[in-house]
């Protein structure tokens, strides 16, 4: 389980997270939502232990980011980070080489799905095909907790819906918490089993994505639209 607890991280004195707290449970996929500026990629970073909070914590599994990452967690971020000259295979070798976790079998698989090739090089690959090397490098791992942020950034809109349903079906192995920060709602929704909805680092809304639905008869956007609009008032 991932809890984060009063989260507060700031930057130049403006809060990119304001005493934020939630939680995600094992065995789910959470959407973390908002508009661009929420602090979704800011919880995320935490949330992988990338950064430090100002105050607050956040534990995974009862232990704090630093200790617990680097074998239970896999972090896509929404920007690339590999070597612009590398290979989709050089990147892949530095995965199984790095990580015990790396699943050969299930990389293979992804490979064939998104239709990539080994040997594309990074710099010269289009930013949907990056993205979804991006994808296959997240998703190759049998880490117990997957943070994605903006994963279908870049992807057309027609595989966009291919690639959750399989993310779900296909890859998500058992017990596997995915958290998702994205502003693609509708993109997001079919795959979500809770959302965390945040505005200006504070959480807006949380809860179960059906439960909401049915609870407020209206679909998930409309339903974050007007928490939304009745946060800026």
Same mark, same amino acid.
């Given at each position: 389980?991932?809890?984060?607890?009063?989260?507060?991280?700031?930057?130049?004195?403006?809060?990119?997270?304001?005493?934020?707290?939630?939680?995600?449970?094992?065995?789910?996929?959470?959407?973390?939502?908002?508009?661009?500026?929420?602090?979704?990629?800011?919880?995320?970073?935490?949330?992988?232990? $990338?950064?430090? $909070?100002?105050?607050?914590?956040?534990?995974?599994?009862?232990?704090?980011?630093? $200790?617990?990452?680097?074998?239970?967690?896999?972090?896509?971020?929404?920007?690339?980070?590999?070597?612009?000259?590398?290979?989709?295979?050089?990147?892949?070798?530095?995965?199984?080489?790095?990580?015990?976790?790396?699943?050969?079998?299930?990389?293979?698989?992804?490979?064939?799905?998104?239709?990539?090739?080994?040997?594309?090089?990074?710099?010269?690959?289009?930013?949907?095909?990056?993205?979804?090397?991006?994808?296959?490098?997240?998703?190759?791992?049998?880490?117990?907790?997957?943070?994605?942020?903006? *994963?279908?950034?870049?992807?057309? *809109?027609?595989?966009?819906?291919?690639?959750?349903?399989?993310?779900?079906?296909?890859?998500?192995?058992?017990?596997?918490?995915?958290?998702?920060?994205?502003?693609?709602?509708?993109?997001?929704?079919?795959?979500?089993?809770?959302?965390?909805?945040?505005?200006?680092?504070?959480?807006?809304?949380?809860?179960?994505?059906?439960?909401?639905?049915?609870?407020?008869?209206? *679909?998930?956007?409309?339903?974050?639209?007007?928490?939304?609009?009745?946060?800026?008032?």
């Amino acid at each position: 389980m991932i809890k984060v607890n009063r989260a507060v991280k700031t930057y130049g004195g403006k809060k990119a997270l304001d005493k934020l707290s939630f939680v995600a449970k094992e065995g789910q996929i959470v959407g973390l939502l908002g508009t661009n500026g929420a602090g979704k990629s800011t919880a995320l970073k935490a949330m992988a232990g $990338l950064l430090r $909070l100002n105050s607050g914590e956040i534990t995974i599994d009862g232990m704090p980011p630093s $200790l617990s990452a680097r074998g239970m967690l896999t972090y896509l971020p929404d920007v690339d980070v590999w070597y612009p000259w590398m290979k989709l295979s050089d990147a892949m070798r530095f995965m199984k080489d790095v990580y015990w976790d790396w699943d050969e079998a299930k990389a293979g698989h992804l490979l064939d799905f998104l239709e990539l090739q080994a040997h594309t090089v990074m710099q010269q690959a289009s930013k949907g095909t990056r993205a979804k090397m991006k994808l296959l490098l997240a998703l190759s791992r049998q880490a117990k907790y997957v943070l994605m942020d903006e *994963p279908f950034s870049g992807i057309d *809109p027609f595989a966009r819906k291919l690639i959750a349903q399989a993310i779900v079906e296909d890859f998500m192995e058992e017990g596997q918490t995915i958290v998702i920060a994205t502003q693609e709602v509708s993109e997001v929704e079919m795959m979500l089993d809770e959302i965390r909805f945040i505005h200006e680092g504070k959480l807006l809304l949380e809860g179960n994505v059906e439960s909401l639905k049915q609870e407020r008869n209206m *679909p998930l956007l409309d339903i974050l639209k007007e928490v939304y609009d009745g946060a800026r008032i």
